[in-house]
């Protein structure tokens, strides 16, 4: 990749429970300094390859490496790691002061030093007058951030936070996440963080691992996960998708029932009527200035048209491709302008730069429900 | 990637810390103590059942004999007979004295809660001697058996049904207490009157509770020594023909088939026990919400007067013993003495046992407590060594399923053998509390995993990344978050220590008398006064032990109160 070395790389790891594989030839780097999300829904593995890594649960294959040290088979005790859970862990009967102090006490360090320590760390998530309080007097927030000063407090080479951020109501989970990735970002230190939710991981990371059933689907920034998912999985967990079925044409070409679009996306292998799916998302379906000679017009009546505040959601019915609805947004504007109302015929375009085309056919999970 | 460029999937091997090896060394040694303490014993007890008095190997020739001497098999009979109407009349009589608990709003209910655990804190002899004196030769209720003798199946029935009371009151009541008050709105709703509620909403969901409530019972009262012993006249039972054979024909062979099959229906009741437990756990989701009754002033002075009733009953058994413990000559003389108390001049070893009692009940709530707790933190937080710690799950269950009469008795076999080389702690305060802890270990477990099920999994794995060990987070933090349930093992050990009689009527030496044996020694000296009165003196240690419980419990509810909220 980059000619920096890994800090953290993941070998070939594979994690049994019984006779179940709960993740499968997992390979992975992390570079030093890097804030990097393990993203996937429930029970996807991403907290047991956290774990595997913190060493709590060891993987049953592989190897893990960290600062270029083979830490495969090292309990916890022995690894550098600061860890900080979704329920916090914090320990009741301490104070804020002696929960960030836990970790320092052990240390031989001086008890000026760990009160300068603790200071500093309250200071920087802006706790100072909460030192002397007990975890149950604080709120959630509160509670994460004392969480997160005492994982930080031994200065670790690696934080680890799993799923810090789901017991805490939508407004301060907001506010947390730029706390944290702005003091990940003051210290440099190399994170990683497990979470189920695609706004957290999109808004938080540097990169970001896309796992399911054990299995890494994409690694990427999150602007290439977002726009360019490399399968019809990753589409649809990440943002709202389009799924279409249709069949490849020549070259650039896909049919769509009667419709014939052009992408720039076509993966290699795809022979001409082959199935595949077509996908575009609803932001990305072009509305203003559309006329019937643009590239990829689609001429549809709309169905239904959801407000959801800030913009319309619309359902789009193609009858020249078969029973197909399209989503699509339409700005407030859009909709004001040209007084656009359910049952009306509107013609989009989906621009040949916005489509993806994977050569499976993919079911949409909600519509199996 | 291709299959060549694989690394071979070895099974990656696990660094043991030096934490792992303390952790697995600390609950070796306490599998070790549960192993010598349980296993082998009751290993030695039963190969004794199989043997003749020289240790040749016999076959069922003991058990052949027990069953065709119809004077032993009877017991059998008798056994069944009075656990089962005892059972019966002790699950009725508590389950309406818990339904006024838990579905009135009757006046005084801390008070008559406390009236109801009162036998818990007595010697199962102490009730029976007190019925004695209520119903004896020269009773003063005598006129009410109506020309029945208390000495038989009479008295053990009533002794029991005092004696198991608290017990099954427990059982009854917090089974009542997790009904989903949902549940009842529900029924109200749509239109069903109180029987039909009663019927399809109150049953079901206690009926776990009630079985298991019985099964309890009837361990407990298959196995109890003391009622049967003083008020069993010449109606043999098991439990008294253990003693018999034992101290008054030692005929250890014998003793050894009998208490293997006084085992039967206690392994039976327990193992039943489990299986009722593991259904109990479903009935109650988390989003229940707890029942809180309406006022009714009919229902709630019916059920007032019920318990008013039945707390005189256990205040009156009670009352009588302490007053019988205090006077000259019962019922002749009545003027007040203290001459009871002075037990130089009688059998059972005199004031010495009572030290040696609270000396014996102390060492056992300490040590026990530490053992215990320590164990049950092992097997509920290490990681790793499974097998280790399956054994030890299995290993700490035992003790309940096993009567204390046949405890004792496994350790007489045990611990005398001349060529076992503990030897040494027979006849010793060391056995005795080794006896006792081992006697109380299986329910002082289950209280100390209830508690630490409470805590946070993940404390040991953040102190394990702040590289702090866990034995410091161990005494940081999980101790003092687990004072309460430390305490109330440490209560309910020592109680147990202070009245238990079973297992240490075969263990003790002159010098190791206990206050619970001397009254069983005085009562068969025919000195039921001070029977009475070294039973009180057991009722006012445990009771003061509840009570200091109680205290320290509240003022530490009070300390703690910033850092345990919710």
Not at chain 2, 523 to 530: F, Y
Request: aromatic share 10%; charged share 15%; with cysteine.
């Amino acid at each position: 990749m980059t000619g920096k070395d890994a800090y953290l790389k993941v070998e070939n790891l594979t994690k049994m429970f019984g006779d179940f594989t709960a993740l499968e030839d997992i390979s992975l780097e992390v570079f030093e300094g890097e804030f990097v999300c393990f993203l996937g829904p429930s029970g996807c593995g991403k907290t047991t390859l956290l774990r595997a890594i913190a060493g709590l649960d060891i993987q049953t294959h592989g190897r893990v490496e960290q600062a270029g040290k083979d830490i495969s088979g090292l309990p916890p005790l022995e690894r550098d790691f600061g860890i900080v859970f979704q329920s916090y862990a914090l320990f009741p009967n301490l104070t804020v002061h002696q929960n960030v102090a836990y970790g320092l006490v052990s240390r031989k360090t001086s008890k000026p030093e760990i009160d300068a320590r603790v200071a500093e760390l309250l200071e920087s998530v802006g706790l100072v007058d909460q030192e002397d309080k007990y975890p149950a007097q604080l709120s959630g927030g509160q509670q994460q951030r004392v969480a997160l000063s005492r994982a930080l407090a031994t200065k670790p080479g690696l934080l680890l936070l799993d799923e810090p951020l789901s017991a805490l109501d939508a407004k301060v989970r907001i506010r947390l996440r730029h706390e944290i990735k702005a003091l990940q970002h003051q210290l440099g230190v190399t994170t990683i963080m497990v979470t189920h939710d695609q706004e957290e991981a999109l808004t938080m990371a540097d990169r970001i691992v896309v796992i399911n059933e054990g299995v890494i689907e994409q690694v990427g920034t999150p602007q290439d996960i977002y726009s360019r998912p490399v399968n019809p999985f990753v589409a649809d967990f990440i943002g709202t998708m389009n799924f279409l079925s249709g069949v490849a044409g020549n070259q650039a070409q896909v049919r769509l029932g009667d419709i014939e679009l052009t992408t720039n996306n076509c993966p290699d292998g795809i022979q001409k009527d082959d199935p595949i799916t077509v996908c575009i998302r609803p932001e990305d379906i072009a509305t203003r200035g559309v006329t019937p000679d643009t590239e990829n017009a689609v001429p549809t009546v709309i169905e239904t048209l959801e407000f959801l505040g800030s913009f319309y959601r619309a359902s789009l019915a193609v009858q020249d491709a078969g029973e197909t609805t399209i989503r699509a947004d339409f700005s407030i504007n859009l909709v004001r302008d040209l007084d656009i109302k359910e049952g009306q015929e509107f013609t989009v375009a989906l621009p040949s730069d916005h489509i993806r085309v994977y050569g499976e056919i993919f079911v949409h999970a909600d519509d199996l429900i | 990637m291709a299959p060549a460029a694989a690394p071979a999937l070895g099974i990656v091997r696990h660094k043991v810390s030096s934490e792992d090896w303390i952790m697995r060394g600390i609950l070796g040694a306490i599998a070790l103590y549960l192993l010598v303490a349980i296993v082998l014993p009751l290993y030695a007890l039963l190969s004794k059942g199989f043997q003749d008095k020289d240790g040749n190997f016999t076959g069922l020739d003991n058990f052949t004999e027990f069953f065709t001497t119809p004077a032993l098999s009877q017991s059998v009979a008798n056994s069944l007979t009075i656990s089962s109407i005892s059972t019966v009349i002790v699950v009725s009589l508590a389950f309406v004295y818990a339904y006024a608990l838990t579905r009135s709003c009757m006046a005084f209910k801390s008070l008559f809660k406390g009236i109801a655990l009162i036998p818990i804190l007595m010697p199962s002899l102490l009730p029976a001697i007190s019925l004695i004196f209520m119903f004896g030769k020269q009773g003063f209720l005598t006129f009410m058996l109506f020309g029945n003798e208390i000495y038989g199946p009479i008295g053990i029935v009533m002794g029991e049904v005092i004696y198991i009371f608290p017990h099954v009151l427990m059982i009854i009541l917090i089974s009542m207490s997790m009904s989903d008050g949902r549940l009842y709105e529900a029924s109200q709703s749509l239109g069903a009157g109180p029987v039909r509620t009663f019927f399809t909403v109150t049953l079901p969901s206690i009926r776990y509770g009630l079985v298991s409530a019985g099964f309890v019972a009837f361990t407990l009262i298959i196995t109890d020594f003391g009622v049967p012993k003083v008020v069993g006249g010449q109606y043999n039972v098991l439990a008294t023909d253990v003693y018999k054979q034992v101290i008054g024909r030692q005929d250890f062979e014998m003793g050894a088939v009998v208490s293997m099959v006084l085992l039967v229906p206690a392994v039976i009741a327990f193992a039943a026990d489990r299986i009722i437990q593991r259904k109990q756990v479903a009935i109650l989701t988390a989003r229940a919400v707890p029942y809180a009754p309406t006022p009714s002033p009919r229902f709630d002075a019916i059920m007032t007067a019920y318990c008013a009733l039945v707390g005189i009953v256990i205040v009156g058994i009670l009352s009588v013993a302490m007053f019988a413990s205090l006077v000259k000559f019962w019922p002749y003389n009545l003027s007040l003495t203290l001459a009871n108390y002075d037990f130089s001049l009688r059998d059972g070893g005199g004031w010495d046992s009572y030290f040696n009692s609270v000396k014996m009940a102390s060492w056992t709530a300490v040590i026990g407590t530490c053992v215990i707790f320590t164990g049950a933190y092992l097997v509920e937080k290490s990681k790793g060594f499974l097998a280790g710690r399956a054994a030890m799950q299995f290993l700490v269950m035992m003790p309940m399923a096993v009567p204390g009469l046949s405890l004792g008795l496994a350790y007489i076999f045990f611990f005398n053998h001349p060529g076992n080389p503990l030897n040494f702690l027979y006849h010793t305060l060391p056995i005795l509390v080794i006896c006792t802890i081992t006697h109380f270990y299986t329910v002082s477990h289950l209280t100390a995993i209830t508690a630490l099920k409470q805590i946070d999994n993940e404390f040991e794995s953040v102190s394990a990344s702040l590289k702090v060990p866990f034995y410091k987070t161990f005494w940081r933090v999980t101790v003092p978050i687990c004072v309460p349930a430390i305490l109330d093992i440490s209560m309910y050990l020592f109680v147990n220590a202070m009245t238990t009689v079973s297992a240490v009527v075969f263990l003790y030496s002159p010098d190791t008398a206990l206050a619970s044996v001397a009254v069983l020694n005085m009562d068969d000296a025919g000195e039921q006064a001070s029977a009475a009165a070294m039973g009180i003196m057991i009722v006012l240690t445990a009771g003061g032990a509840r009570l200091l419980h109680a205290v320290l419990t509240r003022g530490l509810a009070r300390r703690t109160q910033a850092w345990r909220k919710r």
